[in-house]
């Protein structure tokens, strides 16, 4: 299912490069996030995937794959993304009520979302249920509910950048019965960050971004350790609320001041006129962002969704700073 980063976009500078995407592993990026069993350890253990099959999940739970999963349920969108782009999706049987891609999910049955339908996921008769850490919260009881019905249940752990995302593939490759399918993707995705960053070493003077991800009640963007600055370190960027941690509320007139080179939000899919809204915003006719008319949507899913497309985000944000690189 590979395809969209050729099929989506169609560079010069693409055509150029296309044997990167099967050189073999390229460099990548640096991880920081997620927690519960570490990523390494989950790989390590999950390494040979020959049924019977034990791991530790994100839960602390030994879990037991006795034979390779035919009927699964996925708890979270990214799971599910990674499931389909493994070409795992005819097993597919749940979904939860957030999956939005592929179009697909659409037609596969809905399980709820962190607070899901034990009695629905029961219902479907998964041989695996794949759970998501960020779901434990709420989601804790019902997954031991889904334990005590006989289930086997695997968290998986969150991934706050791209070397998690790339052990989150491997390791639900490895659980799935798609060994090879996983390590495919991840390196063809490694080869994708490496051609997005050759492409804009040397561009000069890093441009100060400032990313909205919120702009009502607050105005939040995010810090270091979130998918958004790593891709703007990625590329040779700044990002304006780097020096701080997560998900931050700032004042306009702290936006202001530091006068960001471009402004991105990722709200355009679900906030009617999210640039102009910036654009005519108290103050910010004077951002140097707005007087270049550098303010541009990215996709919220592409730049900070775990999985397959993060390489497309990427892409994505890396038109907006310099889409001189792009005008061929």
Same mark, same amino acid.
């Given at each position: 299912?590979?395809?969209?980063?050729?099929?989506?976009?169609k560079?010069?500078?693409?055509?150029?490069?296309?044997?990167?995407f099967?050189?073999?592993?390229?460099?990548?990026?640096t991880?920081?996030?997620?927690?519960?069993?570490?990523?390494?350890?989950?790989?390590?253990?999950?390494?040979?995937?020959?049924?019977?099959?034990?791991?530790?999940?994100?839960?602390?739970?030994?879990?037991?794959?006795?034979?390779?999963?035919?009927?699964i349920?996925?708890?979270?969108?990214?799971?599910?993304e990674?499931?389909?782009?493994?070409?795992l999706?005819?097993?597919?049987?749940?979904?939860?009520?957030?999956d939005?891609?592929?179009?697909?999910?659409?037609?596969?049955?809905?399980? $709820?979302?962190?607070?899901?339908?034990?009695e629905? &996921?029961?219902?479907?008769? +998964? %041989?695996?249920? /794949?759970?998501? !850490?960020?779901?434990?919260?709420?989601?804790?009881?019902?997954?031991?509910?889904?334990?005590?019905?006989?289930?086997t249940?695997?968290?998986?752990?969150?991934?706050?950048?791209?070397?998690?995302?790339?052990?989150?593939?491997?390791?639900?490759?490895?659980?799935?019965?798609?060994?090879?399918e996983?390590?495919?993707?991840i390196?063809?995705?490694?080869?994708?960050?490496a051609?997005?960053?050759?492409?804009?070493?040397?561009?000069?003077?890093?441009?100060?971004?400032?990313?909205?991800?919120?702009?009502?009640?607050?105005?939040?963007?995010?810090?270091?350790?979130t998918?958004?600055?790593?891709?703007?370190?990625?590329?040779?960027?700044?990002?304006?609320?780097?020096?701080?941690? $997560?998900?931050?509320?700032?004042?306009?007139?702290? &936006?202001v001041?530091?006068? +960001? %080179?471009?402004? /991105?939000?990722? !709200?355009?899919?679900?906030?009617?006129?999210?640039?102009?809204?910036?654009?005519?915003?108290?103050g910010?006719?004077?951002?140097?962002?707005?007087?270049?008319?550098?303010?541009?949507?990215?996709?919220?899913?592409?730049?900070?969704?775990?999985g397959?497309?993060?390489?497309?985000?990427?892409?994505?944000?890396?038109?907006?700073?310099?889409?001189?690189?792009?005008?061929?």
């Amino acid at each position: 299912m590979r395809h969209t980063w050729g099929k989506t976009k169609k560079f010069g500078w693409a055509m150029g490069l296309s044997l990167l995407f099967l050189a073999g592993c390229m460099e990548e990026a640096t991880p920081v996030e997620e927690s519960g069993t570490s990523d390494s350890a989950q790989t390590q253990q999950a390494e040979d995937s020959v049924y019977p099959l034990t791991l530790t999940d994100a839960a602390a739970e030994e879990v037991v794959i006795e034979e390779e999963p035919t009927v699964i349920v996925s708890m979270v969108p990214s799971n599910t993304e990674i499931l389909f782009e493994l070409e795992l999706d005819d097993k597919v049987v749940g979904v939860s009520d957030f999956d939005n891609y592929p179009p697909e999910v659409a037609d596969i049955e809905k399980i $709820g979302g962190q607070e899901f339908n034990v009695e629905k &996921i029961i219902s479907l008769q +998964p %041989d695996l249920v /794949l759970g998501h !850490e960020g779901g434990l919260g709420l989601g804790g009881e019902g997954y031991q509910q889904l334990r005590d019905a006989g289930l086997t249940v695997y968290i998986v752990d969150e991934a706050n950048n791209f070397e998690e995302t790339y052990e989150t593939i491997s390791v639900i490759g490895q659980v799935a019965g798609a060994t090879e399918e996983a390590d495919a993707v991840i390196e063809e995705m490694r080869a994708e960050v490496a051609e997005v960053e050759e492409l804009v070493a040397g561009v000069g003077e890093p441009k100060l971004v400032y990313v909205e991800v919120g702009s009502t009640p607050e105005i939040y963007t995010t810090g270091s350790g979130t998918f958004i600055d790593e891709i703007l370190n990625l590329l040779g960027a700044e990002n304006l609320a780097g020096d701080q941690e $997560g998900w931050i509320s700032l004042d306009p007139e702290a &936006i202001v001041a530091k006068d +960001p %080179d471009v402004i /991105l939000t990722t !709200e355009a899919a679900y906030v009617p006129d999210a640039i102009e809204l910036i654009k005519t915003r108290g103050g910010f006719a004077d951002v140097q962002a707005v007087k270049d008319d550098a303010v541009y949507a990215v996709d919220s899913d592409r730049t900070t969704r775990p999985g397959p497309r993060l390489t497309e985000g990427l892409l994505e944000i890396a038109q907006a700073i310099y889409p001189e690189l792009f005008s061929e």
